[in-house]
Protein backbone atom coordinates (compact mmCIF):
# COMPACT_ATOMS: atom_id res chain seq x y z
CA UNK A 1 0.00 0.00 0.00
CA UNK A 2 1.34 3.53 -1.40
CA UNK A 3 0.36 6.35 1.32
CA UNK A 4 0.48 10.17 -0.50
CA UNK A 5 0.31 13.27 1.11
CA UNK A 6 0.06 16.52 -0.93
CA UNK A 7 1.18 20.03 0.99
CA UNK A 8 2.17 23.18 -0.22
CA UNK A 9 -1.63 24.46 -1.18
CA UNK A 10 -2.75 27.98 -0.29
CA UNK A 11 -4.24 31.19 -2.11
CA UNK A 12 -2.39 33.31 -4.40
CA UNK A 13 -3.05 36.65 -6.75
CA UNK A 14 -2.92 36.26 -10.61
CA UNK A 15 0.43 35.94 -11.50
CA UNK A 16 1.95 34.84 -8.75
CA UNK A 17 3.44 31.31 -7.63
CA UNK A 18 3.12 28.17 -5.70
CA UNK A 19 4.89 25.02 -5.18
CA UNK A 20 3.40 21.87 -4.26
CA UNK A 21 4.79 18.67 -2.57
CA UNK A 22 3.73 15.11 -2.45
CA UNK A 23 5.71 12.78 0.21
CA UNK A 24 5.23 9.34 -0.82
CA UNK A 25 5.42 6.55 1.74
CA UNK A 26 4.51 3.10 2.03
CA UNK A 27 5.35 0.44 -0.25
CA UNK A 28 7.80 1.17 -2.82
CA UNK A 29 7.81 0.07 -6.41
CA UNK A 30 10.75 0.45 -8.82
CA UNK A 31 8.38 1.33 -11.53
CA UNK A 32 5.98 3.92 -11.76
CA UNK A 33 4.79 7.03 -13.19
CA UNK A 34 3.72 10.11 -10.64
CA UNK A 35 1.15 12.56 -11.32
CA UNK A 36 -0.26 15.81 -10.92
CA UNK A 37 -4.05 15.89 -10.97
CA UNK A 38 -6.53 18.88 -10.14
CA UNK A 39 -10.16 18.72 -10.35
CA UNK A 40 -13.17 21.74 -9.82
CA UNK A 41 -16.12 21.12 -8.10
CA UNK A 42 -18.57 19.42 -11.14
CA UNK A 43 -16.02 18.82 -13.33
CA UNK A 44 -14.28 15.91 -14.33
CA UNK A 45 -10.06 15.45 -12.72
CA UNK A 46 -7.66 16.15 -15.25
CA UNK A 47 -4.04 15.15 -15.77
CA UNK A 48 -1.83 18.58 -15.27
CA UNK A 49 1.84 16.74 -15.25
CA UNK A 50 3.56 13.82 -14.85
CA UNK A 51 6.81 12.13 -14.85
CA UNK A 52 8.21 8.84 -15.66
CA UNK A 53 11.42 7.65 -16.39
CA UNK A 54 12.77 10.95 -15.78
CA UNK A 55 10.81 11.85 -18.67
CA UNK A 56 7.89 14.61 -18.29
CA UNK A 57 4.59 15.27 -19.95
CA UNK A 58 1.96 17.76 -19.00
CA UNK A 59 -1.13 19.70 -20.37
CA UNK A 60 -1.65 22.13 -22.76
CA UNK A 61 -2.74 24.66 -19.90
CA UNK A 62 0.10 24.29 -18.01
CA UNK A 63 2.99 24.06 -20.36
CA UNK A 64 5.28 26.34 -19.92
CA UNK A 65 4.21 27.73 -16.51
CA UNK A 66 4.08 24.27 -14.46
CA UNK A 67 7.28 22.23 -13.79
CA UNK A 68 7.23 18.68 -12.26
CA UNK A 69 10.03 17.31 -10.47
CA UNK A 70 11.06 14.52 -7.82
CA UNK A 71 13.67 13.83 -5.45
CA UNK A 72 13.63 9.85 -5.09
CA UNK A 73 16.43 10.23 -2.21
CA UNK A 74 13.19 11.94 0.02
CA UNK A 75 10.40 10.18 -1.95
CA UNK A 76 8.95 13.64 -2.63
CA UNK A 77 7.34 15.09 -5.76
CA UNK A 78 6.89 18.76 -6.41
CA UNK A 79 4.88 21.20 -8.79
CA UNK A 80 6.20 24.20 -8.81
CA UNK A 81 3.38 26.68 -10.53
CA UNK A 82 4.18 29.78 -11.98
CA UNK A 83 2.12 32.64 -13.72
CA UNK A 84 -0.63 31.49 -11.78
CA UNK A 85 -4.50 31.87 -13.74
CA UNK A 86 -7.87 32.53 -12.01
CA UNK A 87 -8.74 29.23 -13.89
CA UNK A 88 -5.81 27.11 -12.29
CA UNK A 89 -8.32 26.99 -9.10
CA UNK A 90 -8.99 23.80 -8.17
CA UNK A 91 -8.00 20.71 -5.63
CA UNK A 92 -4.60 19.17 -6.55
CA UNK A 93 -4.37 15.74 -6.14
CA UNK A 94 -0.89 13.56 -6.78
CA UNK A 95 -0.95 10.05 -7.65
CA UNK A 96 1.06 6.72 -8.66
CA UNK A 97 0.85 4.33 -11.21
CA UNK A 98 2.34 0.77 -11.27
CA UNK A 99 1.39 -0.20 -14.73
CA UNK A 100 2.61 3.45 -16.49
CA UNK A 101 1.97 3.57 -20.25
CA UNK A 102 3.12 6.33 -22.55
CA UNK A 103 0.72 8.53 -24.11
CA UNK A 104 -1.57 8.03 -21.08
CA UNK A 105 0.16 9.36 -18.79
CA UNK A 106 -2.39 12.07 -17.59
CA UNK A 107 -5.14 9.73 -17.48
CA UNK A 108 -6.80 9.37 -14.21
CA UNK A 109 -8.14 6.09 -14.41
CA UNK A 110 -4.49 4.67 -14.85
CA UNK A 111 -3.35 5.84 -11.47
CA UNK A 112 -3.23 3.40 -8.50
CA UNK A 113 -2.73 5.32 -5.20
CA UNK A 114 -4.13 8.97 -5.23
CA UNK A 115 -3.55 11.40 -1.89
CA UNK A 116 -6.58 13.54 -0.44
CA UNK A 117 -5.41 17.17 -2.03
CA UNK A 118 -4.65 20.22 -1.44
CA UNK A 119 -6.47 23.27 -2.81
CA UNK A 120 -5.14 25.83 -4.57
CA UNK A 121 -7.09 29.54 -5.51
CA UNK A 122 -5.59 31.73 -7.58
CA UNK A 123 -7.77 35.59 -7.17
CA UNK A 124 -7.47 37.74 -10.51
Known amino acids: QVQLQESGGGSVQSGGSLRLSCAAS????????MGWFRQVSGKEREGVAA??????TYADAVKGRFTISQDNNKNTLYLQMSSLKPEDTAMYYC???????????????????WGLGTQVTVSS
Open 95 to 113: AQDHFPHFGRLLVPIEYDW
Open 26 to 33: GALYSNYC
Open 51 to 56: IYGGQT
